[in-house]
């Protein structure tokens, strides 16, 4: 087992790092904002609408490797 990956088990925060060790606050880290099926239908009319949840993908391995439903989180991202 590599130490890396045990290491992000114990990170105080908590958060999940893809496999370049970046974390959701990293700049080549991209939110992608997931939303319900009537939350779609407004954004396709250009209505801003709340995500149901946000995926954080890594612009440079293509991983998505965390997600989050919770409010703070989707505030910043709507
Ligand atoms: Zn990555």
Redesign the pocket.
Same mark, same amino acid.
């Given at each position: 087992m590599n130490d890396i990956q045990a290491n992000t088990n114990f990170d105080k925060l908590n958060l999940k790092k =893809? !496999?370049?060790?970046?974390d959701r606050n990293h700049h080549?880290?991209t939110p992608q904002a997931e939303y319900s099926g009537i939350g779609w239908f407004l954004v396709t009319f250009g209505i801003t609408t709340r995500p149901v949840k946000i995926k954080y993908k890594? !612009?440079? =391995?293509?991983?998505i490797?965390d997600e989050s439903s919770a409010k703070e989180d989707l505030d910043k991202n709507t």
């Open positions: =893809c !496999r370049d060790g970046f080549l880290v890594c !612009r440079k =391995c293509n991983e490797f």
